[in-house]
């Protein structure tokens, strides 16, 4: 079964910090994976995908991540933090008709 | 044009209630998906339908039901209300099919709360 582990349930960077959210995923076939943020009393947005082909995937507000099928990762990162990035990140992993996500990081910006 | 939009966006219920939820997907999407958060978790998958049918079912108790409109709007059923089923309920359409790569785009939520 497909499942997703993120590593750090709180996260804290300064402003203009590198932003670092990891992603450890578990899949039986070759997995499609998302990365998801939530503002407070909102929905989730999708912040990008990865299915096939470039491992190194770009997605909205500057944030990219890197498939590693030899690491089974897929972390998220950002190379200047801004305040409106404070929000909660999850990582998912497709199985069947389903998302499968992972508990989720919060993310901090201190000023 | 409008997102996904679902009401009522807060309710408040007691133990043993019942409640409806409502969905409204993006003009155009056929596939409405559900999926449960309880805080500091996250979501949950419930059900997904897709042109009226049931195409996915999680690990959720008969409790919980669903369907689908010809207008491919959609509504979450939960009767026998427990404490546990406080949560943000969250509805998600998508333009695919199932099977292909999703896109979903998700609602604001319900949150609900049970005393």
């Known amino acids: 079964a497909q499942s997703v582990t993120q590593l750090g349930s709180h996260v804290s960077v300064s402003e203009g910090a590198l932003v670092l959210l990891r992603c450890n995923y578990s899949?039986?076939?070759?997995?499609?994976l998302f990365w998801y943020v939530q503002y407070p009393n909102q929905g989730l947005q999708l912040l990008l995908k990865y299915t096939t082909g470039a491992t190194l995937v770009k997605g909205i507000n500057g944030f990219e991540a890197e498939f590693k099928k030899s690491e089974t990762s897929f972390h998220l990162t950002k190379p200047s933090a801004h305040m409106s990035d404070a929000a909660e990140y999850f990582c998912a992993v497709k199985a069947g008709n389903k998302l499968v996500f992972g508990a989720g990081t919060i993310l901090r910006v201190k000023s | 044009d409008a997102g996904v939009t679902q009401s009522p966006t807060h309710l408040i219920k007691t133990r043993g209630q019942h409640v409806t939820l409502r969905c409204s997907p993006i003009?155009?999407?056929?596939?409405v998906s559900w999926y449960q958060q309880v805080l500091g978790q996250g979501p949950q998958f419930i059900f997904q339908y897709y042109e009226k049918e049931e195409r996915g079912r999680g690990n959720f108790p008969d409790r919980f039901s669903a369907r689908q409109f010809p207008n491919y709007s959609s509504e979450l059923n939960v009767n026998a209300l427990l404490l546990g089923d406080s949560a943000l309920y969250l509805c998600?359409?998508?333009?695919?099919?199932?099977?292909?790569?999703?896109?979903?785009?998700f609602g604001s939520g319900t949150q609900l709360s049970v005393l």
């Open positions: 899949s039986s076939v070759p997995p499609y």
């Open positions: 998600a359409s998508s333009l695919e099919t199932p099977r292909t790569n999703e896109k979903l785009f």
């Open positions: 003009s155009g999407h056929k596939s």
